[in-house]
């Protein structure tokens, strides 16, 4: 009952902010709405509620769950936040500079693969999640993640609407511009979090 209690104590619309933001530029929902209309075209239609949901759910269990499994294969919290500061990093370079570093995925199981993972939970937001609990309250990442998912949610519904209404140049400067905080965020990832982890070691 106390830790339930402790859990809503840490509410903070701040943190909320801060981590919906951080989540909203890693997914990057926006600028996957070409390669969302190109699936689409494909397979025809895209169940946005089950991608959507089946994203959530995955982002928030390996928020909770995540932490055991590093510990099974013997890695802390602070390092794997340092190693998500680089996934991080690389994601904001691709973001910046139009490059492709990491290589997509195709599937015709569209609805869960590949929207639902890796293009919505993939590598990086599952990184940045557990990333993120180092910092922040578990309440105010769960409840940034639920709000993604709506965001996810109306983006897979009207994705071929949005991306006539923003056109190609909209989308691209938004791309720049979310890379260029996601850039700083890895920075802080990366300062915040080595530190301690160079202090486990001393311990050690």
């Known amino acids: ?7 809503f104590e840490k509410f903070s619309i701040n943190q909320i902010g801060t981590t919906f ?9 926006l600028g996957s709405i070409p390669i969302i209309v190109g ?12 991608a959507s949901i089946a994203a959530g759910i995955l982002m928030i269990s390996f928020l909770f769950f995540g932490t055991k499994i590093l510990k099974l294969v013997g890695v802390d919290v602070q390092s794997f936040a340092v190693a998500g500061a680089f996934v991080i990093f690389v994601i904001a370079l691709e973001m910046i500079l139009g490059i492709e570093i990491q290589k997509g995925v195709e599937s015709n199981s569209a609805s869960i693969v590949p929207i639902a993972f890796p293009l919505v939970a993939g590598a990086g937001s599952l990184t940045t999640v557990l990333s993120l609990r180092s910092q922040y309250a578990d309440i105010n ?5 639920i709000l993604n998912m709506l965001i996810v949610y109306l983006v897979l519904k009207f ?4 991306e006539k209404w923003l056109g190609p140049a ?4 938004l791309k720049k511009v979310f890379g260029v905080i996601l850039l700083s965020i890895a920075i802080k990832l990366f300062t915040s979090n080595i530190g301690a982890l160079f202090m486990n070691e001393i311990k050690i």
């Open 1 to 7: 009952m106390n830790s339930i209690i402790t859990f």
């Open 170 to 173: 909209v989308l691209s400067v």
């Open 39 to 50: 699936i689409r075209s494909k397979v025809g239609h895209i169940q946005s509620e089950k």
């Open 21 to 29: 933001a951080v989540l909203f530029a890693v997914i990057d929902i």
């Open 159 to 162: 994705a071929g609407k949005l």
């Open 141 to 145: 990442i769960v409840i940034a993640i």
